[in-house]
Each structure stands twice: as C-alpha cells, then as structure tokens.
C-alpha cells in the first residue's frame, strides 16, 4: 500500500488509532537507549574528563568546551526541526545517531583545545538533531497508547546501562568508544521506524501558554539536575557517597530503571503534571541530604528524580508530534538548562538552598493552572521541608560529635603520629573557583603544629568533616580503604581499632571535626 503523507490533527482526545507494530515498539525504546547511553556516559561525562589534561585549572577553556558542545546541540536542534519531513525520518535518525559516534571518534584523537571544541560541536550539533528526530518521530511510528512505556524502558535502560561498574568506572577513552558503538549501531533499528500516522496533538498542554509552562518546569529540572550532577562529580567526598561501589551503582542503575517504568505507565494513564512536581521533590530532597546528612538514600532519591524528569522529558514534545515545539524544549530546557546548571556549580560547587526555592516556586507557578496540580504541589512542599528537618536532625549529630573535645584531640595526635599529613593536605587553594567556595565559612585548622600539608596524593581534608559527616564510612574506609574506594593507595589502619583501642575512633572524631563553620 503506498504510503502518503500528511499532517493532520488528531481526535480532540489526542491520542493516535493505529497499533503500533511490536518491531517499532523495540526499535524506539532501543534508540532511546542508545540516545540518552550516548548523553550520559559521553556528552555529560567521559567528555569533560578527556578535556581535564588539555585544559588543566584554566576554567574558560573548560566553559568554552561547554558552550561549544550546548551551542552546536541548540544549532543542530534548529536544524532538525526546520528540516524535518516526517517520510525521510528513518534516515535523518539513521545519520544522526552516525553523526554521534563521528563526534565522540574526534573527540578521541584530539590532543589540543581546538580540536576539542570541534568535536564537542560536531557531537552537540549531531545530538541536537537526534533528539529532536527522535522525539517528533515516536508519535507517527508507535502511537499514543503505549509511548510512555516505550520511553520509560529506553530511558531506564540506558540509566542502568550507564551504572554498570565496569562501564561507570571504564576509562574516559573507553567510555567515549563506548559511546560511539553504541550510537552507530542503533542505526540499524532506523528500518524498523516506519510512519504509520503522522498526526499531532490538538492537546492544550501544547498551545503557546500550554508550551511555555512546560519549557518552564523542565528548565529548572534540567538546571537542577545539570548543577548536582557536576558538583558531585567534581566532588570527591560527594561521588564517594553516590557512585562508589558495585552494590551502591547496581543500587542507584536499579532505581533508574524501576521509577522511568513506573513514570511511562503513569504517563500512559494520563498521569503527568504530578511526575515533574515529585521529580523536583526528590531531586531537592537528593540535594538536602547530600549536603547536610551525607545519607546513603541520597543518592537514590537522586536517581528516582531524575528517571522521573527525564521520562517526561521525552514524552511531552513525543506526545505532541511537532518538531518546532520540540527543538524548543530541548534547546532552552535541555541545553539551556544544563549550561546554567554547569555554569551555577563551576562558580558556587555547590546547589544553593535559595536556589531549590526559587525552582519550587517557580514549578509550582507553572502547573498552577491546574487544580489537581495542587496537591502534587503541596505534596512538594512537605517532602522537602521533612529532608530539611532530616538534615537538621543530622547536622545536630554530627554537632554533637565536634564537642567530643577530647576524642578529637587525640585524633589529631593520631592523624599526625601515622603521618597523615605526608598524604593529605588541610588547604584549600583561593585560586580554584570550587575550593574557595568550599572554604567560606570554615574555621583554621588550630593546634600546633599546624597541619597545612604540602603534597596531594590523597584528597584534601580541611572540609572533610562537612563533605562526608557519616563517621561510619570513616571507619570503613580506615579499616580497609579499597572496600570503599576501589584503587586507592590508602593503607588500612584496621590495627588502630583493635578492641580496647581508642586510637580508630579518636581519628575519626578528629576527621569529622574538620569542616566546622564559624560559629558567631
């Protein structure tokens, strides 16, 4: 039967009338995978860290990677969408995901910042456009009645793919290669992407108001989400808490995938302003406990949140059908958003909490003309004020452990009688951007003699007690440090907690009474 196109509104309930062939379905959710695989592990990660020995502690060289990476992904988006024809899809998704892998292969072979930028535009520009394919593509080829679904495995199973240990912790080189197979092998599914209807939705959520409130939430999810993920992967006593450890990877890539399910069943029984609202809830809460309590929950309330978003995020412009409406979620939400977000963590290495304010309110404005969007609003509300009185709970115990006067003093006669200052320093250098923000508000180390340190094999300890206030991960990363940190040159001190010894947990007052804020 010959196929002609053309472009028509959907029922007023918006929602397609054709099922959707099983080879589509697969097809779809796989690129998906491969699409968000490719974000992850390359564009937001191995990226950044091929870039680190050419552009050393010079931040505007770094900034000037980013911006040529979000710059290509707002060109490429444009272009796709003023581009795009919905009867040479399959192809322009097949050389899209082809323009991925060349991106990540440049990025392998350059040795110089030009190079650099040259491959971080050509892999923004080349996923700029496949988001926007992919995204306007999945209504005509798989319907309505199963997209949430669809999405919500793919992009489940590129978060778990993504936490694999032997991926998380492979090389940057290894992960960009990776990435590139990764992406050029989806290509093959593009035959199976055929169009079977090429409606779009009639919907109010994507009238002119309808879209802008939307580009609104998923702004401040994405600025949200873009500034965590940077501070903690920047952040050494942070990542240890989130992504260190098989059990705590397989953890956090189980929670990916479990919550972007639930989220694409929600999505597919008309479920859909409450799943941002409880995104930004957890993502906050992630952030709260991160911060203050150093909990092993935060990470998975990390996770849920983003697996939550980050289905939404494909679904709202998928479900529309229009390719403008979605170069404009991604380039001012999806690129947008993550340079603020990146640009936010390089200058304060840190979320503010005035920041998780004002994206609440804002959030909670943007899905106001809803009436049930209320109570998902309220339920916001509750949700981060009960992590704010967790993190107050913990901080009063970590509070409660500096006062140990006398503990922490003989810590710090351990610290220096097995030579932890050989290791370790207890400086934060004023030039680096992040560690001056990490040193406001912090005491000097007192005592003599003073323990400033002079070398860095290990991390530096002077905010150690603010960044990881968890006394037992101090334990077991004292008793055996590879059980912890897999590959460090740390020797155990398991001798100094011998029964009857108070050497082992006198250190580890001491290491938690280093961070103290002033006190008035």
């Known amino acids: 039967m010959k ?4 472009v028509r509104p959907g029922p007023k309930s918006g929602v397609t009338e054709f099922t959707p062939e099983k080879s589509a379905l697969i097809a779809a959710g796989a ?37 040529a990476l979000g710059a290509g992904g707002l060109i490429g988006s444009i272009w796709a969408a003023k581009r795009f024809n919905v009867l040479s899809l399959q192809a322009r998704l097949s050389w899209s995901l082809r323009g991925c892998a060349v991106g990540a292969a440049l990025a392998l072979g350059s040795q110089n910042w030009a190079l650099l930028l040259v491959s971080a535009l050509v892999s923004g520009g080349a996923l700029g456009a496949l988001t926007v394919n992919l995204a306007t593509s999945l209504r005509p080829v798989i319907g309505t009645s199963k997209l949430g679904w669809v999405i919500g495995w793919g992009t489940g199973l590129a978060y778990l793919l993504c936490n694999v240990p032997w991926v998380f912790e492979a090389s940057p080189r290894l992960q960009t290669i990776m990435a590139a197979v990764v ?14 209807e090429p409606s779009v939705s009639p919907e109010r959520e994507y009238a002119p108001s309808g879209l802008l409130r939307w580009v609104g939430v998923l702004l401040m999810l994405v600025w ?52 941002p609202v409880v995104a930004f ?20 309330f990390y996770a849920a949140g983003v697996s939550l978003y980050s289905v939404v995020l494909v679904y709202y412009p998928a479900r529309g059908g229009r390719a403008w409406q979605a170069a404009v979620v991604y380039g001012l939400a999806g690129w947008v958003g993550s340079a603020l977000g990146i640009g936010m963590a390089q200058d304060l290495a840190r979320v503010p909490g005035a920041f998780l304010v004002v994206a609440g309110v804002v959030i909670a404005v943007m899905v106001g003309w809803r009436w049930k969007a209320l109570r998902a609003a309220a339920m916001v509300a509750v949700i981060v004020v009960g992590m704010g009185v967790v993190g107050a709970e913990v901080r009063a115990e970590v509070i409660g452990d500096k006062e140990k006067e006398v503990a922490v003093a003989l810590g710090r006669e351990v610290y220096i009688a097995e030579g932890c200052i050989h290791c370790h320093s207890q400086y934060l250098r004023p030039s680096v951007p992040a560690e001056r923000a990490e040193a406001a508000g912090l005491t000097v180390e007192p005592g003599e003699p003073p323990l400033f340190g002079n070398r860095r094999q290990g991390p530096d300890l002077m905010a150690i007690g603010r960044r990881l206030p968890s006394a037992d991960w101090h334990r077991e990363h004292l008793r055996d440090p590879r059980k912890v940190r897999p590959g460090s040159r740390m020797p155990a001190y398991a001798y100094l907690f011998a029964e009857g010894d108070e050497r082992g947990p006198a250190l580890v007052a001491y290491l938690m009474s280093l961070g103290s804020p002033v006190t008035p």
């Open 3 to 6: 196929y002609v196109a053309q």
């Open 31 to 67: 690129v998906i995978a491969a699409t968000y695989f490719y974000f992850l592990i390359y564009a937001e990660f191995a990226l950044l860290e091929l870039a680190k020995p050419v552009v050393g502690d010079e931040a505007w060289r770094l900034r000037g990677l980013m911006f």
């Open 281 to 300: 809830a957890l993502l906050a809460a992630g952030c709260l406990l991160l911060g203050d309590g150093g909990s092993g929950l935060a990470a998975w």
């Open 183 to 196: 992406a050029a092998s989806a290509s093959v599914f593009s035959p199976f992407l055929a169009p079977q």
């Open 224 to 275: 949200l989400d873009s500034a965590a993920f940077f501070v903690i992967q920047h952040e050494a006593g942070l990542k240890e808490q989130t992504w260190v450890g098989a059990a705590q990877l397989w953890g956090n890539g189980v929670v990916h995938l479990g919550l972007a399910l639930l989220a694409g069943r929600l999505l597919d029984r008309g479920v859909r302003v409450a799943l």
